[in-house]
């Protein structure tokens, strides 16, 4: 992060107090549960600390000590112009801060840098009002990369109103988490194409401690892991040679050279049912493990050996193929057992059909393409599909396959779909050669050598996503960390282009708050399969209401019995600027049609499931704060995972 070093003389008045300071009642004593949010029944008011924050036994009182900046706290009481604080719904309240020590934060939202590759950096402003005007400014990219350009030779003016500019590299949430939180947001359009578009308050503090922020950067040259995922079907049989014979030719051209040995491969094969179609013998089968090799021999042998298909029809036309891509991402070591994890992760799907949905009865996986983005998306690996639209498939199914794929593959702006017309054995050879030289090419620009394809052969999307991975490798491997504290007013979308999303906003859930989302969602799948007749639907909400109930007297599930749809049962999710089918389901939107509540079932299905893999994978939760209990340590929640 650049930061213009005039911010540090704005921390003292990071946010107005007419805006972000809860308002002070009368004094009220402290209780064993936090406050609540007025109108809400589960929602406990919550507050960030400001830089100094001091910590009271009382109001008053001599400090006993400081807070971090922007340490989210719960609050217990008010007395005067004080707040009784702590930092878990599960403990007692622990200290007393000064009211204008801190400042509101009702939503828990956070917002996380995207990959800043294709886009430019997002210059953070110290009001509102300054954002607007570079926004609607009539040169507005010519003065962006001006004052960009200021910033990176520290000649920013005062005028200019800039508190801070985005790093250069790319620190991923996921796996180094910094607190963003959003203060303050107004949602409006953007300028220049009239799409909706959010203008944020943010704050930002690093959640490391000085030491090991200062640790040294990782070490290691940069190396990527390529796994193929076979559909092996029976009519595979006339295509699947094309790749084989691609591959092999590629594996032998960089065999023995420093790119061959960070070039590194896994197969993964696929079929389908084998229990409706015993003939297929497997449904999926790792065939090669993704392994650093300096001899690719094991390669090539593998790879021919899964030109061998079934020789049984699979149950209908769409395949298993989101078991073969589920796997992938579960099944593969990505991390090469902890010690140098693979820079660039790759899955390339090759298939000449569909994917079987989640409520196929003969598909295996309970989540859906989406839910299954996300996921590769969080462990930093990048899906394609090379789709062959062979003529047995037809335009209704190739259209299917294609808006299935699109949205299993696409990460940010770009989707990494390819297919492949009439299922030409020859294209399809063309084309895993220009992706697997292009993911190669990754690592020869790593390195500072001469690519293999021009800029015109790789592709615009190839080429976003290899400076996106080379961002993610520099900033892991600099120890590039989000800034020192400073707060300003941010757009969600690119200024200069948004079509591109610079600032994904999510929800910072704890570990308690998502398990509650999984057990609510599980109760609903278990009334729908008592029936779905007319008069059932009538009687569901009511039975809702019931799990609700009974659900809420458990203190850890907080969930609002008063609610009157699904999603306001989660009243901490009420009132972000996202929609969702579920959160707005009505009694009468649910009585409305059969297709409509499968549709809705389907989604809770999906959603549980990545929850469910969520709250069993440590790796995904944080804690705050030194000890904090497993039931308060938190994730940053994408919105589009939300129910």
Known sequence: MISVPRWRGLCAVLITAATLVLPTPSPVLAQDRPLLVEGRQTVYQRVLTRPGAARHAEPGGTAIGAYPAFQPLYVYARQDDWIRVGPSISGPPE??????????????IVGAFTNPAGRQRSI???????????????ALREMQNQMLAEADTDLLSAERQVVAVEPAEYVDIG???YLMPILNFMEDFHPTTYEPNLLMEVAVVPLQDTAETNRPPAT???????????????????????TQEAVEQIVRRIQGTEIGDRTNFGVIAFRDNPIAAPGLEYRTRMLLPLERRTDQTPVIATIRAATQVAQANSPGFNEDSLAGVEDAIDLIDW????????????????????????????????IGVDELAAEADREGITLMTLHLQTPAGGEAQHEYAREQYQRLTRRGSNSFYYPIPEGSPQLL???????????????RRAEGQETELSETETGAELLELGLALQ??????????????????WVSEKAVEDPRRLAVSPRLLVTRNELATMYDLLGEVLDLWTQGDTEEDSQLFFAQVRDVVGRMAQNPDR????????????????????????????????????AMTRSTIIGGIRQKRTLYGRWLRDPTVWTPLYDGAPDGDHVFAMPFDTLP
């Open 95 to 108: 200290a007393w801060v000064p009211a204008g020590d801190v400042v509101a934060w009702r939503q828990n």
């Open 175 to 177: 796996e180094r988490l």
């Open 220 to 242: 290691g040259s940069f190396d990527t892991g390529i796994v193929f995922v076979f559909d092996t079907t029976q009519s595979m049989d006339p295509f699947i040679a094309s």
């Open 124 to 138: 953070l402003f110290e009001t509102e009002e300054r954002l607007r005007w570079l926004l609607n400014h009539e």
């Open 335 to 366: 991390s090469a057992g902890g010690t140098d994890p693979y820079d660039g992760r790759f899955v390339i799907l090759v298939t000449d059909a569909g994917p079987k949905p989640p409520d196929d009865p003969n598909a295996r996986s309970r």
């Open 471 to 488: 961002l993610a490798y520099l900033g892991e491997r600099q120890g590039t960390q989000a800034p020192p504290v400073f707060s300003g």
């Open 558 to 593: 907080l969930l609002n019995t008063e609610a009157t749809t699904l999603g306001g049962a989660l009243e901490f999710l009420e009132d972000l600027p996202y929609e969702s089918q579920i959160i707005a389901m009505t009694p009468q939107r649910w009585g409305e049609s």
């Open 429 to 443: 050879q063309q084309e895993v050669t220009r992706l697997v030289t292009a993911i190669s090419d990754v690592v």
